[in-house]
């Protein structure tokens, strides 16, 4: 499923706070990409209401074997900010992004119970 269809099926499907492409934060000082979640902090979500993220392969990654150096600023920050893993969603073309994603919760968020979801697209 291309990109596109999959934001518009999501958008049916929840309450889309926000897109973030995280290319766009990528090669800029981190707290640009803090800044941006802490304007989505809310006390509490709803249920449908996601925040979306989108992880390109292109990323930039320090080692060949860890995850993108941005899915671990997203995790830190999200874990900072309280915004709970149920309401967070990124959608990638990276393969290992769902194994990526628990790497990166395993050593920054251990309290959370629930990974981050994550839906793969071609």
Do not use: W
């Not at 149920?86 to 309290?111: E, M, R």
């Amino acid at each position: 499923m291309s990109l596109e269809k999959l934001k518009q099926d999501l958008q049916k499907q929840y309450q889309v706070i926000n897109f973030i492409d995280l290319l766009d934060y990528d090669h800029l000082p981190k707290g640009k990409l803090y800044t941006a979640l802490r304007k989505l902090h809310k006390e509490q979500f709803n249920d449908n209401e996601r925040i979306i993220f989108i992880a390109s392969d292109s990323l930039k990654k320090s080692f060949a074997d860890q995850p993108h150096d941005i899915l671990t600023i997203l995790q830190q920050y999200i874990q900072h900010h309280d915004i709970p893993h149920f309401f967070v969603i990124v959608l990638s073309n990276i393969k290992s992004i769902a194994q990526d994603l628990l790497y990166v919760q395993k050593l920054y968020n251990t309290q959370e119970p629930n990974p981050i979801g994550c839906i793969y697209y071609d």
